[in-house]
């Protein structure tokens, strides 16, 4: 799920099926026209503070009598890191943790859920190197590091992927490094299987630096056996999505490159093994591999939509998966022209899938994932307003209406009205629950003032002061996602200071960060953290 884990207020289906990994003000939205201050919300409904499957003996959030536990029995470690509005937890919550084979096979390792929110979450999260929601590690009794689980993958998959990693191969980092030494490879079929559908989204710079990844999974590519075929593919189509995604990518005329995809897409079940690369990177792949308006793109383009087709009608997979083929059409057919018209058939199949997904989603896990993913594919569209009819539905109904605040604050400012952004950032802030969620999204709302209304001093002022004074003055709370978010909301105060205009607020901001930092033990790595927030703004 947060290509991988990070991510807040509607991303790109590319992305949020992934993983929540990115922080509210880097949204890239959805719907909002009239202004959301006259709309009455409910009060958000409480949601599980673990997820709540029967069955599974989930340890919450005490990991060191987890893995005292893991090792007293000789059990691997289980560790889901996850947050309770992200839309592709919830997914895995509905697709995974659901499934009686999952529940079965949990009796043989020690489950541990970490939610961000919780007060030693970010630190934790800081050692263990993850960072985007959700992120699911195997460990050793011991406490190495096994593998990253993908849950973006199908299901099944994804089980195969768990019960590798129980059944004794060496930790990927090993395998890594015997797959990539020079000479001959002795990897088994199943530690090839294991690096082919390793989590390299959430990596974290783990197992391999994130510059080096698309390298990596060439040479996998190069190296890895043709039998079996499946895993062969597989590391074909990832070392070329990796290598699309890269930071320098440009698009070019590659004949071998658009030739390795045809060819795959050609092979019976490629496209359903490999759902999630022929979803989030199917525009990456032809932008980078194709040249705009070409023949070879029209081509390429053609075969991938042939692809997407069956995978929007197979009903075995999830509803926010077959939103997510349908948005890949979209961006498909915008790759050459993105304020292009889309055809009225391309139309037709957003409306009904995102018609379905809101009727026949009962369940509060899978509608999070799916609503958030109708709502996406609306605006990708270009069907703004029922986007925004969607969303200001959920908020009656969703467990955290105010990640679908954020996106309707994100869509109203690319609309351009202002004051319907910032009463959606607002909202959102006020009813966001949980400490690291209440500081990410009052930050986003702190940024989006800088941005939208530089001028109003006092509600800037207000904001900014309430984050800082619901810090919790504790070593915990400056790690992971709490230190950035705090960064960059500190940074953007400082912009906004540039010349001074406005120091006497970021000023007394300072000092009032001064106070909080003060209260930490002046030796602990936290307090240097807390100290450089304001004090690196304006450096």
């Known amino acids: 799920m947060d290509i991988r884990t990070s991510g807040v207020a509607l991303l790109p289906l590319a992305l949020a099926v992934v ?45 060191d009598t987890a893995f005292a536990a893991a090792k007293a029995a000789n059990k691997p470690v289980f560790l889901y890191w996850g947050a309770v509005w992200c839309p592709p937890c919830n997914q895995v919550k509905a697709t995974i943790f659901n499934r009686q084979d999952f529940v079965d096979r949990s009796r043989f390792f020690v489950p541990v859920y970490l939610d961000g929110d919780t007060k030693s979450a970010q630190k934790l999260g800081a050692r263990f190197k993850v960072s985007g929601y959700p992120t699911m590690i195997l460990f050793k009794p011991d406490g190495t590091e096994i593998t990253r689980l993908p849950g973006e993958v199908d299901a099944d998959q994804y089980m195969r992927v768990l ?24 990897l088994t079929p199943e530690e090839w299987r294991l690096l082919a559908y390793y989590s390299w ?79 989030y990177y199917s525009g990456a792949i032809s932008k980078a591999y194709t040249l705009p308006k070409s023949a070879a793109r029209a081509k390429l383009n053609a075969a991938w939509n042939v692809a997407l087709d069956r995978l929007v009608a197979d009903a075995s997979l999830s509803t926010a998966d077959r939103l997510s083929a349908v948005d890949a059409q979209v961006a498909l057919a915008k790759l050459d022209d993105p304020k292009a018209a889309l055809a009225p ?18 369940d509060a896990y899978a509608r999070q994932a799916a609503i958030s993913a109708a709502a996406e594919i609306l605006v ?69 003032l800088v941005d939208l209304a530089p001028q109003d001093v006092a509600r800037i002022d207000k904001a900014a002061t309430s984050i800082i004074g619901e810090l919790d003055p504790s070593p915990e709370t400056f790690y992971g996602r709490n230190q950035r978010a705090l960064e960059r909301m500190s940074k953007k105060l400082a912009g906004w200071d540039k010349g001074q205009q406005h120091d006497a607020s970021f000023k007394r901001m300072r000092t009032q960060m ?3 930092c003060g209260k930490l033990p002046a030796g602990d790595p936290a307090r240097a953290s807390c100290d450089s927030v304001f004090g690196q703004a304006k450096a």
């Open 201 to 279: 989204d959430t990596d974290e710079q783990q197992v391999v630096p994130k510059d080096k990844v698309p390298a990596t999974l060439q040479r996998l590519a190069l190296a890895c056996p043709a039998d079996p075929r499946e895993t062969a593919a597989r590391l074909e189509i990832k070392a070329l999505a990796a290598a699309a995604k890269a930071k320098n990518a440009k698009p070019r005329d590659d004949k071998t490159a658009v030739e390795k995809v045809l060819n795959l897409l050609a092979q019976t079940h490629f496209a359903r093994d490999n759902f999630d690369v022929i979803v």
């Open 19 to 63: 993983a929540c990994s990115r922080s509210p003000d880097s949204s890239v939205a959805t719907p909002s026209t009239d202004s959301p201050i006259s709309l009455v919300v409910a009060a958000p409904v409480k949601a599980e503070a673990a997820p709540a499957e029967a069955g599974i003996a989930w340890q919450k959030g005490d990991v």
């Open 380 to 448: 990708d569209a270009g069907l703004l307003d029922e986007s925004d009819a969607i969303l200001k539905a959920e908020l009656l109904r969703s467990h955290s209406p105010y990640y679908y605040m954020l996106g309707l604050a994100a869509n109203a400012k690319t609309r351009g009205d202002k004051a319907a952004a910032l009463g959606w950032y607002e909202k959102a802030y006020a009813a966001a629950d949980g400490p690291a969620t209440r500081l990410q999204w009052g930050a986003s709302y702190v940024n989006a």
């Open 163 to 186: 019960a590798l990693g129980m059944g004794g191969v060496r930790p990927v980092k090993d395998t890594l490094a015997a797959a990539l030494a020079p000479g001959d490879s002795k």
């Open 514 to 516: 001064a106070g909080v």
């Open 345 to 362: 058939a391309l139309l037709d199949s957003v409306r009904e899938q995102a018609a379905r997904a809101d009727r026949e989603t009962t």
